[in-house]
């Protein structure tokens, strides 16, 4: 008993604080450093395959990026020639022959009639998509 009354109000705060933060670094010492059992499934090849469209995938992928690229048209411009491509169905964009499409993709060369196309180490040349023929239209100015 002669040992609780020596004892001051201020240090039974400080022993318990003391013991406090003992007893929360064993508790966390002990969790983080025994090893975790895995509990994910092993996925099958053809689930990761089916997985590359995910654009954060992609970021640290050494493989070209599945894209589909659609010409709209190709032109002269005061830096060359310029193709007007729309990638994955959205908006046409302008490229320069030598520029980056995305991820592995590059567009080579713009052609009279169409562009060269590389994705890794393979070449693909796309042509410009033709609009289909206009009917015949009558003249509407009168004659004399």
Excluded: C, Y
Aim: hydrophobic share 50%; glycine share 6%.
């Amino acid at each position: 008993m002669s040992f609780i009354q020596r004892l001051s109000a201020p240090q039974m705060v400080q022993s318990l604080a003391l013991l406090a933060a003992l007893a929360g670094v064993v508790t966390w010492s002990s969790l983080l450093l025994t090893r975790a059992e895995s509990q994910t499934p092993a996925a099958a090849p053809q689930l990761l395959a089916a997985r590359v469209d995910n654009p954060a995938l992609q970021w640290f992928s050494n493989h070209p990026a599945e894209v589909a690229i659609k010409v709209s048209g190709v032109m002269a411009g005061s830096r060359g020639a310029v193709a007007i491509l729309s990638l994955n169905d959205g908006p046409p964009r302008s490229f320069l022959a030598g520029e980056r499409l995305t991820q592995g993709v590059r567009l080579v060369a713009v052609e009279a009639d169409g562009v060269v196309i590389e994705r890794g180490d393979e070449r693909s040349r796309l042509s410009i998509s033709k609009l289909a023929d206009s009917p015949f239209l009558p003249v509407l100015t009168r004659q004399p």
